[in-house]
């Protein structure tokens, strides 16, 4: 049974930063697609950043680029989103999602919810003006 696990939430001001986690359990992330995704109150949860199971093919949401940077670190088990220059507008409970097996190399394929098959229970961000 895989699980996926975040951490790094918190308060932070804006144009701080924040790196938050993901940690698998059940399995590992090597050959394996990865995504952040984050859910405001009121909102659809969207798309935030990924990379496809090459960690060449990164993608990034247009309002986090730049600023947020999706990693891995293959001997931790762990998926890293490190966020600078944080906004109000990204107060959101983030969510790491992963998907095993050969995929589509396309943004369009990563951003989308439907491509992952498991998914933390997510971790709270508060950025304060």
């Known amino acids: 049974q895989v699980q996926l696990v975040e951490s790094g939430g918190g308060l932070v001001q804006a144009g701080g930063s924040l790196r938050l986690s993901c940690a698998a359990s059940?399995?590992?992330?090597?050959?394996?697609?990865v995504g952040w995704f984050r859910q405001a109150p009121g909102l659809e949860r969207e798309f935030v950043a990924a990379?496809?199971?090459?960690?060449?093919?990164?993608f990034y949401a247009d309002s986090v680029k730049g600023r947020f940077t999706i990693s891995r670190d293959n001997a931790e088990n762990t998926v890293y989103l490190q966020m600078t220059s944080l906004k109000p507008e990204d107060t959101a409970v983030y969510y790491c999602?992963?998907?095993?097996?050969?995929?589509?190399?396309?943004?369009?394929?990563?951003?989308?919810?439907?491509?992952?098959?498991?998914w933390g229970r997510g971790t709270q961000v508060t950025v304060s003006s």
């Open positions: 990379f496809s199971r090459s960690d060449s093919n990164t």
């Open positions: 059940g399995r590992t992330f090597s050959n394996c697609g």
């Open positions: 999602a992963a998907t095993w097996g050969l995929r589509p190399l396309t943004q369009t394929y990563w951003s989308s919810k439907s491509a992952y098959n498991y």
